[in-house]
């Protein structure tokens, strides 16, 4: 999820709406990918919590940990033979980035 730095400072009150379109957004187009899907939401997750207004930061925050945020979550790395995006076998990954 990208921010937009124009767009108005996030309300507590939709934020239980924020998270699900974030969520729901960054399961477009994984294919079914776990590894692929936990980086987009938490990349999205991070997104949220940097637009939230100092007041509201602590509670958004905890609003996203309840849901799976990890402020220290750290990409998938792919063995051998694995997509390093997907966390697939390149022999099976959809991703089309393999011969």
Not at 71 to 94: K, Q
Request: aromatic share 6%; proline share 5%.
């Amino acid at each position: 999820m990208q921010t937009n730095l124009g767009d108005p400072p996030m309300a507590l009150a939709n934020l239980d709406a924020i998270i699900e379109a974030a969520e729901a957004e960054a399961g477009h187009g994984c294919g079914g990918s776990d590894v692929l899907y936990e980086a987009r939401v938490q990349s999205a997750y991070a997104a949220i919590l940097e637009k939230a207004q100092a007041t509201e930061r602590a509670a958004t925050e905890t609003a996203l940990r309840k849901r799976g945020y990890d402020p220290d979550f750290v990409p998938y790395e792919a063995g051998e033979g694995e997509c390093s995006l997907t966390g697939i076998d390149e022999n099976c990954c959809p991703c089309g980035r393999h011969e």
